[in-house]
């Protein structure tokens, strides 16, 4: 980050300086939400914008997926997020001069998001052309109290002598190309290819029902075209200052405007604050909805402006006293992580039974759709903070069972399927390869749940709804996998085939680790729960059964499946092949490959992709994470040394799993390498995309990358253990744990662990294998030799050398060109062309 323009503070993220070149990052950068409602960090003045952007979890258009080539099964109805009206316009006109960032003469600019009061300011002092000194002040909020609710207040004071001056508020559908001006917007820059982005839908989408004005309050409401939801913004403009000043109204169908006409007097500030109440529904007619947001602004109006302001600042104190994580002496990325943490507030803390989409509600990016993200990057941060939200996310997925059940049968599957990328519940995935094929989701999910369970005991959840969860993501392994026979003709491995992992540059394989352990946990999970339901919950288990149409053989048939899962090992490399052909394909040099063709995805067919062995994330890495009790710590090593210099980073997701690994198996410098690259992913925009709204699973990673890469903590089989790595230049590492009703207190330093526990029941531990117990009110603390193993620099594609395949051949690296080359073996001495040596270089087609 220029950190001239973005100074260091702990507690707030700072701009010293408005720059356009980057307009569209620091839209994101600013924007401010709370899972239900988003307003990116657009200026007011509403005129130059990457994306102006206000968007509310859930609320989409549909539209038919085209494929150039249909097949059966193939995902139909695609869905999109809708940019809903626009209600952050407040522009200013001192005589008839307007503030145009650009152009104006600005003597003082600073745009602040407080996070310890969840509040978006900025302070501006103008030169007008006519030479009046104007001091401007703006700040936003959007509540996490009232998730319906955003507050707007802009204070208007020309300094040096009197002037008239205009305040124009302006609700807009910016959705179907309205503008500040009445009409319609230019077009916006055509973008390059990148499947990252949105789909843009050009017919009408927002249909107008009920408008109108009364006095300061503006209504607006629409019905969506094609999906037939329903949405209403209504607003107050109330209006505070001792100059003289006359309002004036006017609304079109996707206009209304409330401008205020004002003869500032000399140091005399006028305020103007906007109330805005947006509601949606599935189908509730948009008159409801108006009557809705009436109530939520009656609301305010009783409470008071300053009060919502309080409210917001005691709810986000609450939020840091369960969430925060404190790294002491260093302050840079102190301010990231809590930039990171915050930002998983504004994205789930009133998605209240929503998903999480991958952009939260910052930005239209991926279209607003939730993935499996979110359980496995982002849960593990709400069930260790806040277990409610973590509940309300993991309810969404079992209210798309059945979307799941239907999208599993036209698999020819049992069970339910998940859909890989959605808002609806149905499967909105074009591209088959790198989506439905990823059924590890319905693992991932069953497994997020099993880890809630475990650190909450909330079994009245997982008797109730939960349980449908783990039975019908089984059901589906149980037949999507198949059993192979001995020549006894006894059933001897189960194999799972045709399936992707998490790693997209590989695609529709046999037998992919990651899914393949992840679903014998799947398994195991739902046979350990039906049974533990007959034995202590006897009545919750007969509804279930009934519900679900048990069979009594089930739960043994996962547990054979599980036992059986076919693990795929190579003895020649000593490493798990991330499936069953992976070895086969020939070594992407990456150390080769030129920075202008990063990332793949962008100039390479999958074709190209697909035939080498590269990694977009993470896959066999992240295995030995989530399922780590599993592996040993040597294979854990030789995993992590085979498949880091083939993991390309190219998706966020990557390295905060690699920073974990890297600093559980002793490679400490590369670990804090990887987790600045993960907690900088938006702040840096180092991925180039932040523009399109915040990385929230990367944000989530951040939060797991502290707390188990360097504060090394696990919860393998429900037990609470830790192995820190505390990196040699931090001093302490501080995090809170909600475990089971009692909030454990964490905090690491080079030679000692100590956990304080409040309120609920002892809670068990273990660090390094010894085992403790903590107290209500008490503190252990555990003395700690040394930080775990140490290993100097990173693997590299050369460390691969001299390795062998299966089939007695060496393995070879090069980057795909259009040239006939001869391949060097990897970590040997080059091939020779011709015998005398001379042809050494040819061997890495760069």
């Given amino acids: 980050m220029d950190r001239n323009r973005f100074p260091v503070d702990e507690w707030r993220l700072i701009e010293t300086r408005y720059s356009s070149d980057d307009v569209g990052v620091s839209e994101t950068l600013f924007a401010v939400g709370n899972g239900y409602l988003g307003l990116r960090g657009n200026h007011p003045e509403g005129r130059h914008a990457h994306e102006h952007g206000t968007f509310i979890n859930g609320f989409h258009e549909t539209f038919a997926i085209r494929h150039a080539e249909q097949a059966y099964g193939f995902a139909e109805v695609g869905q999109t997020i809708i940019n809903v009206p626009d209600a952050k316009v407040m522009r200013i006109y001192v005589g008839d001069d307007p503030l145009d960032l650009d152009m104006s003469d600005i003597r003082e600019y600073e745009r602040v998001l407080d996070m310890r009061r969840g509040v978006l300011t900025r302070h501006i002092r103008w030169v007008t052309p006519a030479g009046k000194d104007v001091r401007l002040d703006v700040d936003r909020l959007v509540s996490f109290e009232e998730n319906h609710l955003a507050v707007m207040r802009l204070t208007v004071t020309v300094v040096d002598s009197d002037a008239p001056v205009t305040i124009v508020c302006q609700l807009i559908n910016r959705q179907d190309g309205e503008d500040v001006y009445g009409g319609a917007g230019p077009a916006a820059k055509k973008a390059g290819f990148d499947p990252r982005k949105a789909e843009k839908i050009h017919e009408r989408v927002l249909q107008p029902q009920e408008y109108w004005q009364d006095g300061s309050r503006t209504a607006l409401s629409y019905r969506v075209t094609q999906s037939g939801m329903t949405m209403a913004l209504v607003a107050d403009h109330v209006i505070d200052t001792e100059n003289e000043y006359h309002a004036r109204t006017s609304i079109e169908p996707d206009i209304a405007k409330n401008v205020f006409r004002v003869q500032a007097k000399a140091g005399v500030p006028t305020t103007v604050t906007k109330l805005v109440a947006y509601h949606t529904s599935r189908g509730v007619p948009a008159r409801e909805l108006v009557d809705r947001g009436r109530r939520t602004l009656d609301r305010a109006a009783a409470v008071g402006v300053q009060t919502l302001y309080d409210r917001q600042a005691e709810w986000i104190a609450a939020f840091w006293e369960r969430s925060d994580v404190v790294i002491e002496g260093h302050p840079d990325l102190q301010q990231a992580t809590r930039w990171c943490l915050f930002q998983l507030a504004q994205a789930t803390a009133r998605a209240d039974g929503r998903g999480v989409p991958a952009k939260g509600v910052s930005g239209s990016g991926y279209s607003g759709h939730y993935f499996w993200d979110t359980e496995i990057y982002v849960l593990p941060f709400l069930t260790y903070t806040t277990p409610q939200w973590a509940r309300n996310a993991l309810r969404m997925r079992y209210l798309m069972l059945p979307a799941a059940r239907h999208r599993a049968e036209q698999l020819n599957e049992a069970g339910a399927l998940f859909p890989w990328r959605t808002i ?24 997020a749940l099993g880890k809630y369970v475990r650190a909450t005991g909330d079994d009245d959840f997982l008797y109730r709804e939960g349980v449908d969860i783990a039975v019908e993501t089984a059901r589906l392994w149980a037949t999507l996998g198949f059993w192979r026979f001995n020549e006894d003709g006894q059933p001897e491995v189960f194999h799972i085939h045709g399936v992707t992992g998490p790693d997209e540059y590989t695609t529709v394989v046999n037998d992919n680790l990651f899914t393949n352990v992840m679903a014998r946990y799947n398994l195991r999970f739902a046979a350990r729960v039906v049974r533990e339901m007959a034995d202590v919950a006897p009545e919750a ?28 090992y190579s003895e020649g490399l000593g490493i798990h092949p991330q499936d069953e052909v ?35 994330q993470a896959d066999v890495v992240l295995a030995l994470y989530l399922q780590g009790n599993h592996f040993t710590d040597e294979e854990k090593l030789a995993d992590f040394e085979y498949y880091d210099p083939l993991t390309t980073g190219d998706s966020t997701l990557s390295a905060v799993v690699q920073a974990i690994l890297a600093a559980e198996v002793g490679y400490q410098d590369l ?4 987790f600045w690259q993960s907690i900088f992913v938006d702040l840096g925009d180092l991925h180039h995309n932040a523009s399109d709204g915040v990385h929230v699973a990367s944000a989530g990673g951040v939060w797991t990358a502290l707390v188990a890469g360097f504060g090394g903590m696990r919860d393998h089989y429900g037990e609470l253990t830790f192995d820190p790595r505390l990196p040699k230049d931090w001093p302490s590492l501080s995090y809170t744990l909600h475990w089971r009703g009692t909030e454990l207190k964490v905090r690491i330093t080079r030679g000692e662990l100590s956990l304080a526990a409040s309120g609920g029941e002892p809670v068990e531990f273990s660090v390094r294998g010894r085992s403790y117990l903590v107290e209500p009110g008490a503190t252990v603390r555990v003395p700690l030799a040394g930080q775990g193993p140490r290993l100097s620099g990173r693997p590299t594609i050369s460390d691969i050398g001299e390795s062998m395949r299966e089939d007695g051949t060496l393995l070879s690296a090069s980057v795909p060109t259009m040239t006939t080359t001869i391949p060097v073996v990897t970590g040997s001495q080059p091939a020779v062309a011709d015998g005398d040596g001379d042809d050494s270089q040819l061997g890495i087609d760069s």
């Avoid at 989506?435 to 991932?444: F, L, R, V």
């Avoid at 040099?589 to 035939?611: A, M």
């Avoid at 670990?671 to 990887?674: G, K, R």
């Fill in 671 to 674: 670990a804090l390498e990887y």
């Fill in 582 to 616: 992976f070895l086969e394909r020939e070594v992407w040099d990456l150390e080769s490959t030129p920075p202008d063709q990063r990332p793949l995805l962008l100039h390479f067919h999958p074709l190209v992709i697909y035939r080498y062995q590269v990694l977009k």
């Fill in 424 to 447: 609806s519940g149905e499967e909105a995935s074009a591209y088959y390869a790198a989506g439905t094929a990823q059924y590890h989701i319905n693992a991932d999910v069953s497994f």
């Fill in 541 to 568: 288990y007969a509804l279930m059964a009934q519900r679900l149409s048990l069979d009594p053989a089930e739960p043994d048939a996962w547990d054979a499946a599980a036992s059986a899962m076919h693990i795929p």
